[in-house]
């Protein structure tokens, strides 16, 4: 009988990386592992000095990473029985965009002791939102001028991306942005680490760094429109080399491979985005096909065999998903992030007894509360703004709202009301690519959410009108990621040479089906109406209170 061969895909997280190890012949998961990050999300205080971080601040340590691969990976290998030359590839995902300014061989700044106090020389975390001014002044500054590029953006960059992020430092650390000989996206750090070999994938320069496969990166006169000293940054602290998703960015070197039990030359394929991975491990491989990857936040992936610039979506990308079409991202920057700050802050304690001593979840008794309720029965209607808005006002200054609660409103009506809320947030999204010539014909799901909340699911399905199918893997991320390694290994050494074949032999889907019950969509549509209203007021200039409370948060906290 034929040795095994497997794939490995590991997936960066926003509180976590994960490994799978994947039979490349039929896809079977045959051991996977979690390493929880020690500093997690830093929004507070550096874990170096303590030093208080201001609001909208999302840092991480890249120590992390790399203690995590060190755990992560022997313990699917050690849970497999398989050893490391049976590994023929390995493959990463990303949140993105999650950045950090290393020195010229890849040592980040933060861990070099000049720089450990200075906040602006750890890594920003994709939900770091507090480079907004530098969003805006860039917005404003690409549409006098008229750039190409913000079109196929949305008509707006967000404070997540890259440029941003990296003028942020320049405006408010120019000491680290000038020790910075490499500005670079987590995931292609990471990949750096792995192989020896600095790399650019082509998924995050195109996402989030506005890179296009036909005209490159944004010019050094718009950069320096910006800010002169920004003028040459791709040049100095970058790469204009960007190597396509599945190709192989370079092979596993010694070091890694001792300190992981892989083999030395394995090959290692180029970074992606962790949502964009996951589009082919969910069966998808043409267009109108959408996948949504639910959990913390939700993506919205598509692809399309042509190039249309669509209001308020984060990008579209030639080969940006899948090689040979352009891949179309929307997204909503919380969602499950949303029912667990609930969970956490405000449910009533004889809420969370009742669950302990029933032996469930928190999550799962107000599901099972709010699922009892009438559509439109607790009179309330939120938005789903508590991270901003990605798409599709693309605006992280906005912010949650809740209206129509009395003194009669109990936790599961607020909770029902915060899931309705996410669940018009993507009908507006859908409708939006419909409205704009980008089909959606069908909807699949992956994530933490279909997994575990199949109240959620079907209220997604009754708001949007549509079915849901959903991917097979629980960790369909970190199964794209090992799609990719099997790619980047290619057929000669056991993988495969086209995404279509890894998709045929690794992904599959679940029997289970969430279909929209027609009366539920009808009585959501009246709703959804009134969301819309909601969304419009306060999303689209009626009303700039959120903003002017934000800029009071900000002016009392500086004066602690």
């Known amino acids: 009988m034929a040795e095994r061969k497997y794939a490995l895909g590991l997936d960066f997280g926003t509180e976590s990386v994960r490994a799978l190890l994947v039979n490349v012949a039929d896809g ?28 909208d601040w999302a840092l991480q340590n890249p120590r992390d990473y790399l203690s995590g691969i060190q755990a992560v990976v022997p313990a699917v290998l050690a849970e497999a029985g398989a050893a490391g030359p049976q590994v023929i590839g390995v493959g990463i995902d990303f949140t993105s965009c999650t950045m950090l300014p290393t020195t010229a061989d890849g040592t980040p700044l933060c861990l070099l002791p000049p720089y450990q106090r200075e906040p602006h020389a750890w890594v920003k975390l994709w939900k770091h939102h507090a480079a907004q001014p530098e969003a805006d002044r860039l917005n404003a500054i690409a549409a006098e001028r008229s750039e190409e590029f913000l079109a196929r953006y949305g008509g707006k960059v967000s404070s997540e991306w890259f440029f941003p992020k990296v003028w942020q430092i ?29 790399s650019r994938n082509s998924c995050t320069a195109g996402y989030k760094a506005l890179w296009s496969k036909r005209t490159g990166f944004p010019s050094d006169d718009f950069l320096a429109a910006l800010d002169p000293r920004l003028r040459s940054v791709v040049d100095k602290k970058m790469l204009r080399t960007i190597t396509p998703i599945g190709a192989k960015a370079g092979e596993l070197t010694a070091g890694m491979a001792q300190l992981t039990g892989l083999t030395a030359g394995t090959a290692v394929a180029a970074a992606n985005v962790d949502a964009h991975v996951a589009v082919p491990a969910a069966t998808i491989t043409g267009p109108g096909q959408m996948l949504m990857i ?57 809420y969370q007894e009742e669950a302990a001593r029933r032996g469930i979840s928190t999550h799962q008794l107000l599901a099972e509360k ?8 607790s009179g309330l209607l939120a938005l789903d703004w508590n991270n901003g808005n990605r798409s599709i006002l693309v605006d992280a200054g906005l912010s949650g709202l809740l209206i129509g609660h009395t003194l009669d409103t109990r936790a599961e009506e607020i909770y029902r009301a915060l899931i309705e809320a996410t669940a018009f947030g993507t009908r507006l999204i859908i409708e939006n690519f419909q409205d704009q010539g980008v089909p959606v014909r069908e909807v ?28 097979r893997s629980a960790q369909a991320c970190a199964l794209g990621s090992a799609m990719f390694g099997a790619l980047a290994a290619g057929r000669a ?44 007021y306060f999303g689209r200039g009626g009303s700039n209170l959120m903003k002017a409370l934000k800029a009071i948060k900000a002016e009392a906290s500086a004066k602690l």
């Not at 990050?37 to 170096?48: C, K, Q, T």
């Not at 709010?370 to 029965?377: C, D, F, S, V, W």
């Not at 890894?502 to 969301?531: G, I």
Request: net charge negative.
């Open 294 to 350: 639910m959990g913390t936040s939700v993506c919205h992936m598509v692809v399309g065999r042509e190039a249309i610039n669509v209001p308020g979506i984060c990008g579209v990308v030639e080969d940006g998903i899948l090689p040979g079409f352009f891949g179309y991202e929307a997204g909503q920057s919380a969602v499950g992030d949303i029912f667990a700050w609930f969970t956490r802050s405000l449910v009533p304690q004889a």
């Open 28 to 55: 079977e998961e045959v051991a996977t592992a979690v390493y929880q990050y020690p500093d997690g999300v830093i929004d507070a205080a550096l874990p170096s000095s303590g030093a208080e971080l201001p609001p």
């Open 370 to 377: 709010a699922a009892a309720l009438r559509i439109g029965e």
């Open 170 to 198: 320049l405006d408010e650390a120019p000491q680290v942005y000038q020790a910075a000989d490499r500005l670079i996206e987590g995931g292609d750090w990471t990949v750096w680490q792995l192989t020896g070999v600095e």
């Open 493 to 536: 050494q056991g993988g495969y040479d086209t995404i279509e074949d890894c998709a045929a032999h690794m992904a599959a889907l679940k029997d289970r089906v969430y279909a929209p019950d027609p009366a539920a969509h009808q009585a959501y549509t009246a709703l959804y109406r009134e969301y819309v209203r909601l969304h419009d």
């Open 444 to 471: 699949f799901a992956c994530g933490g959410l279909p997994e575990r909340n199949e109240f959620l699911m079907q209220v997604f399905s009754d708001v949007t009108g549509r079915t849901f199918r959903i991917a």
